[in-house]
Structure formats: structure tokens, C-alpha cells
């Protein structure tokens, strides 16, 4: 497990952090596949009712560590990238969008590239105002990866997405709120108490229901309509199996907030 990265679990929730600040916490590989590791684990804790992602220092991730990928000066081989980005930062976004508990990353200052991505494939990303979205990657020289292609669009619509991507148009944390790119953002000093406070409400919600719906939009970008309902069935069926979901109704018939236990 990477030093770069730290998680402790209390109360239901996992919170993960990333720890090298004095690399505005990019991820190298060893970071980024003890990353995958802790999701990997989390996705099968039945503990677990909600994750955390935050960092260390002034930046949240400013993307993918490139110079600690190339410390050694060997030119990689052939279709390399083709051959490792799906096992390691393919599968960290893949694996943020698909654990069926929810995710809410804190951002403040730069989240760049695949730092980017990592927030923005959270459920909710609550930013600092003057936090900063950044997709460099044109800028570079090199076209866009980690999802950013398709995550960007959905999120707020193509022409926007044409100026992250083409342009390497820089957003504000304030500015990513009013697209829609990010759930909520607010001044600086509140972030965290604001943050905290969502991470709770979800972790006290009825936690199989929330992973069931999680999956469904998931599903429902790539799904007709005819598609969808069907999901939605399944989900339903699996939803009303729980203790949770008699819970929800005793506490209507009794007139009380119900008590979820994430069972």
C-alpha cells in the first residue's frame, strides 16, 4: 500500500485521503493502484454505507504523476498505455462510478486530468469556490483519457465539454456548480463542516437502496427507455427485500424518521 494514500473507516464510512501533498497529491502508479485497492475492499464491506475522498495540503490531485512514471528514462514499449491505463487508472474511475455505496470527494484548489475525473466520477463533488477544473490534457499535447470524454458530456452537455477539452478552458469551483459539473461549491472555510455533513446524511440513508439507484443511473446513460424500467423493476424487487425499506414504512405508519441500518 502506497504512503501516498490513507484510509480509515469509523461509523460506516471509509474515508480516503490522499497524502502527498508536496506533489499536489498526483497519483504515480503505486498510488493509484493502492487506490484501487481500497475500493476493491470497500466494494465488498458490508460495513461500509459511505466513502469519503479528500486530500492533504492546498490541491485535491492534480492528475496523473508522469515524471515518476518516466523516473527511469527506458522509453516504454510498444502500446503500453493501451495495455496498462485499463488496469490502473481506467479501472480507479471505473471502480469510484461502480461501488454501490455513495462517494463524495472534497475539492479544493486544482483537480487536474485524472484528478478531474476522480471527483467528477464521485457522486457528489462539493468544491471550495475558487477550487480549479482542469482538463490539460490537449494543452499536452495528448487527447483525453480516465473517462473524461465521456463523463464531461454527460455532466454538462457537449459545447461545454468541447471547452474543457479543446480549449483547456480552466473552471472554477463556483462556476463548475452553476454548469452542473460539481454538486455544490462554497467558501473555502466551510467546505469541510458542509462536506461532513453530506457524507453523514448519505451514510444514514438506507444504504442498498442507495447503491441499487446509484447503479441505475449508471446504467440508464447507456439504456432505452424499455431498458431502464426493466433495471428499475430489479432494483425495486431487491430494494423491498430489505430491513431498511420496513423500516421506512413502520416509520410512516407510526409518524417518526426512520432509523435505517444499511441492512
Keep these: 500500500m502506497s504512503g501516498a494514500v490513507r484510509h480509515e473507516a469509523a461509523d460506516g464510512v471509509l474515508t480516503v485521503t490522499l497524502a502527498r501533498p508536496e506533489k499536489r497529491n498526483a497519483l504515480d502508479q503505486a498510488a493509484t493502484a493502492a487506490l484501487i485497492a481500497v475500493f476493491e475492499a470497500a ?36 502500446a503500453s498505455l493501451v495495455r496498462r491505463l485499463p488496469l490502473q487508472s481506467h479501472r480507479l474511475i471505473e471502480l469510484v462510478l461502480g461501488v454501490q455505496v455513495p ?3 472534497t475539492v479544493r484548489g486544482f483537480a487536474a486530468g485524472l484528478g478531474c475525473q476522480l471527483a467528477l466520477a464521485a457522486d457528489f ?18 487527447t483525453p483519457d480516465t473517462g473524461a470524454s465521456w463523463l464531461l458530456p454527460r455532466l454538462v452537455g457537449v459545447a461545454r465539454a468541447r471547452r474543457m477539452l479543446l480549449l483547456g478552458e480552466k473552471v472554477s469551483g463556483a462556476k463548475a456548480a452553476a454548469w452542473g459539473l460539481v454538486h455544490e461549491a462554497v467558501p473555502e472555510p466551510e467546505l469541510d463542516a458542509y462536506a461532513r455533513d453530506l457524507v453523514r446524511t448519505l451514510a444514514d440513508g438506507p444504504t442498498v437502496t442507495l447503491g441499487l439507484t446509484k447503479q441505475l443511473i449508471l446504467r440508464s ?21 430489505t430491513a431498511d425499506f420496513r423500516e421506512a414504512l413502520a416509520a410512516f405508519r407510526e409518524r417518526r424518521p426512520p432509523d435505517f441500518t444499511g441492512r
Excluded: Q
Excluded at 471550495?128 to 499535447?141: H, I, L, N, Q, T
Excluded at 424499455?226 to 427485500?241: H, I, N, P
Design 125 to 142: 463533488a462539493v468544491a471550495a469556490e475558487d477550487a480549479v477544473f482542469w482538463e490539460p490534457f490537449v494543452r499536452r499535447g495528448f
Design 221 to 241: 446513460a447507456e439504456a432505452p427507455l424499455a431498458r431502464a424500467m426493466v433495471d428499475e423493476s430489479f432494483g425495486l424487487e431487491l430494494a423491498s427485500r
Design 103 to 105: 462517494v463524495v470527494a
Design 43 to 78: 466494494a465488498l464491506d458490508d460495513d461500509l454505507r459511505a466513502i469519503h475522498l479528500t486530500a492533504e495540503g492546498p490541491d485535491f490531485c492534480a492528475g496523473s504523476d508522469w515524471v515518476a512514471s518516466n523516473a527511469d528514462g527506458r522509453r516504454p514499449r510498444p
